[in-house]
């Protein structure tokens, strides 16, 4: 992970090349929507208050796990004991960006979405709440966490919620195979180069032209800045936007040209 410092100097270096987080300038008719449409959507919906209710509740949670986390990122390599609270602090994602992942599946009517890393359940939340004919898949590798998470969708009332726990590298194949193709595609399990490309090209035969991928915290390292790189730059990938706390992959055959974007967020 990159220091505090690090962090800020790419932060500075996002800002300096984003395009206006309004939109103007920007010539894709796709992307001007996105950004109008969903970036910029400040209407309050109901499920934000009742899933930031919730998270405010896990951050008050001091429950102590027995975790153990194969992947790199939001918890620490091994076996260790951590208070959900301290969980909710460091792994869930924050509220600007939960509500972006709500408006995301609302906006393109994402009727499948695969999340890898559950955590708390919070991202799953803001996803499956957008509508709840759409079906949320989530993988988790730490049933403790999982555990937690499952609390969630209870106190939710979210019915259209699928846990899978178990190591991705044993539960993602079948995951794939058993379901139709995935709308939306939400990338947050493994912080670590290898194990994310991996994941990301697992998903790729099952992309439609429709389909997206959300990769998220691809500054958080260097690693994750060079597996995003090599993720924008496939192939298959025909457009790409960067906004900074994620990237978003799309593959829509109208684009005959591969277009890269950077927005303020």
Not at 40 to 50: F, L, P, V
Not at 171 to 179: H, K
């Amino acid at each position: 992970m990159y220091s505090k410092s690090r962090l800020a100097y790419q932060w500075i270096q996002y800002v300096f090349h984003a395009s206006n987080a309004r939109g103007h300038g920007i010539h894709s008719p796709f992307v001007y929507e996105l950004v109008r449409e969903v970036l910029q959507d400040r209407r309050s919906y109901d499920a934000y208050r009742q899933i930031e209710q919730v998270k405010k509740s896990l951050l008050r949670d001091h429950r102590i796990l027995q975790v153990h986390d194969p992947g790199a990122g939001s918890i620490p390599e091994g076996s260790i004991e951590k208070k959900v609270s301290a969980i909710a602090g460091r792994s869930v994602s924050s509220k600007k960006f939960g509500r972006l992942l709500f408006r995301l599946a609302n906006y393109y009517h994402a009727r499948t979405i695969i999340e890898m890393g559950s955590s708390l359940g919070i991202s799953a939340a803001y996803l499956a709440s957008a509508d709840s004919s759409a079906r949320v898949i989530t993988l988790e590798g730490s049933p403790p966490i999982a555990g937690i998470a499952k609390e969630t969708f209870h106190q939710l009332g979210l019915k259209n919620i699928d846990m899978v726990c178990g190591n991705f590298d044993e539960t993602l194949d079948r995951v794939i195979v058993e379901n139709p193709p995935a709308d939306l595609v939400f990338l947050d399990g493994n912080h670590r180069k290898k194990p994310l490309l991996a994941y990301f090209e697992k998903f790729l035969d099952k992309m439609t032209p429709s389909s997206g991928i959300i990769i998220h915290d691809i500054h958080w390292s260097r690693e994750m800045e060079e597996a995003w790189g090599i993720i924008r730059d496939h192939p298959r990938v025909k457009m790409s936007i960067d906004i900074f706390s994620a990237g978003l992959v799309f593959f829509r055959e109208e684009f005959q040209v591969k277009q890269e974007f950077m927005i303020r967020f």
